[in-house]
């Protein structure tokens, strides 16, 4: 035996930031025109990979939040006579 401590190989992510956030935008984005609400699982998904809640809170109200209120003033002028 040789005196010398074996080195364990550090795992591998197998997906980048990156890679996981577009994957998570593929998945999420062409169901927002089907319902909004898969905006705030984007939104969840996304602060979940970034492990950043402030800049994931900005980056919700920059990019999600314009959309949502969009679809609510849009069924509040179809409720209105």
């Known amino acids: ?7 364990q190989k550090k795992a591998r ?3 980048t930031r990156g890679e996981l ?3 998570i935008d593929s998945l999420c984005h062409p169901l927002f025109e089907t319902n ?3 905006m705030l699982v984007d939104g969840l998904l996304h602060a979940i990979v970034e492990k950043d809640p402030p ?3 900005k ?4 990019y999600n939040l ?4 969009q679809q ?3 069924k509040t002028s179809e409720e209105q006579p």
């Open 1 to 7: 035996m040789s005196g010398k401590p074996k080195v």
């Open 13 to 15: 992510k197998i997906y």
């Open 21 to 23: 956030n577009k994957l």
């Open 36 to 38: 909004k609400g898969f």
């Open 55 to 57: 800049r994931t809170v």
């Open 59 to 62: 980056k919700f109200i920059k």
């Open 66 to 69: 314009p959309g949502i209120m």
């Open 72 to 74: 609510i003033g849009e």
